[in-house]
């Protein structure tokens, strides 16, 4: 069965201080994958996703099919970037939806 | 401007009273879903339409109905509400499933007593 799964509810670090949001996942075919943020008071959007291989707002993550990861980087976090956030994995070749993480919430700390 | 819209933003019940949260997009996407987010759970699809007519089930469909008659809307209805259903859920949308991002509501916090 597909599955995401963040090992982290909660991440606390250090402005300046790099960051490291694990995903891993579970998937027989080949993956889509995403992660989105949420704000505080605002909706989920969408930060990036691994077929684009873009860096968003400082933040990269790379697809490491023998690992099946997809763990979420950035070098230097700033206070804007305490959030929620949400791995997740589009499931085209089943039933067409996007299973979601259980989340992370990072605080990053002045 | 492109968004999704749901409607009412709070709401508190009791049970068994049957009520229904619209969903809206302008942006002609085919896909919609509905989403509920509890703690320590993240969120987990409800329903989700491929397009007009198209309903499914997704992880947690008991207790909720769908139904999509026009490409725009997408409303989620609670026949009869029970404690268990108090969440914040959200409606999202997208131009197809796949590579393709969700664009989700400002979400819906329902409390059922």
């Known amino acids: 069965a597909q599955r995401v799964t963040q090992p982290e509810k909660l991440l606390s670090v250090f402005k300046g201080a790099p960051v490291e949001l694990k995903c891993n996942y579970s998937?027989?075919?080949?993956?889509?994958l995403f992660w989105y943020v949420q704000y505080s008071r605002q909706r989920l959007q969408l930060l990036l996703r691994?077929?684009s291989r873009e860096s968003i707002k400082g933040f990269t993550a790379d697809l490491n099919k023998g690992e099946t990861s997809f763990h979420l980087k950035k070098p230097f976090a700033q206070e804007e970037d305490s959030a929620m956030y949400y791995c997740?994995?589009?499931?085209?070749?089943?039933?067409?939806?996007?299973?979601f993480g259980q989340g992370t919430r990072l605080t990053i700390n002045p | 401007e492109a968004q999704v819209t749901q409607n009412p933003r709070y709401l508190i019940t009791v049970t068994g009273k049957k009520l229904t949260v619209t969903c809206s997009q302008n942006?002609?996407?085919?896909?919609m879903s509905w989403y509920r987010q509890d703690p320590g759970l993240g969120l987990r699809q409800i329903y989700y339409?491929?397009?007009?007519?198209?309903?499914d089930k997704g992880d947690v469909p008991e207790g909720y109905k769908v139904s999509r008659k026009e490409k725009r809307n997408f409303p989620l209805i609670l026949e009869s509400p029970s404690p268990n259903q108090t969440s914040l859920y959200f409606c999202?949308?997208?131009?197809?499933?796949?590579?393709?991002?969700?664009?989700f509501g400002p979400g819906t916090r329902l409390t059922v007593t």
């Open positions: 339409s491929m397009n007009v007519e198209v309903t």
């Open positions: 942006m002609n996407h085919e896909y």
């Open positions: 999202a949308s997208s131009l197809r499933v796949g590579a393709y991002e969700q664009y």
């Open positions: 691994h077929i």
């Open positions: 998937y027989s075919g080949s993956p889509e």
């Open positions: 997740a994995l589009s499931d085209i070749q089943g039933a067409q939806k996007l299973v």
